[in-house]
């Protein structure tokens, strides 16, 4: 079974930066599309960013592009988020998401993730 721990979320002012991290208990990827999404109240679960565990093309939903980062670190098992210039239109509970072995294809939706973590809240003031 693989497990998703995701930390870094807080409470941010607007303009500010926060960087969230995704372990993966379980490295049991020879490559598979990971990625970001995040779901804010009263909101569907939306794409944020994609990489796959192996290779450097990465993938960012528009409202996002420019801003926020999606990077990993193979050798420590983790998954980064780096997030710039937040408003208070990026709150949400963000969460890190795995595509099944060996499935790397991008996509954006939710429905081809198969590894969930529990979620990190990001709320950003104004």
């Known amino acids: 079974q693989v497990q998703l721990v995701e930390s870094g979320g807080g409470l941010v002012q607007a303009g500010g930066s926060l960087r969230l991290s995704c372990v993966v208990s379980?490295?049991?990827?020879?490559?598979?599309?990971m990625g970001w999404f995040r779901q804010a109240p009263m909101k569907d679960r939306e794409f944020v960013a994609a990489?796959?565990?192996?290779?450097?093309?990465?993938y960012y939903a528009d409202s996002v592009k420019g801003r926020f980062t999606i990077s990993r670190d193979n050798a420590k098992n983790t998954l980064y988020l780096q997030m710039n210039s937040l408003n208070p239109e990026d709150t949400a509970v963000y969460y890190c998401a795995a595509r099944a072995e060996g499935l790397t294809d991008y996509t954006s939706s939710r429905m081809d993730y198969v590894y969930w973590g529990q979620g990190t809240q990001v709320t950003v003031s104004s």
């Open positions: 379980r490295r049991t990827f020879s490559n598979a599309l």
């Open positions: 990489i796959r565990w192996i290779g450097a093309t990465t």
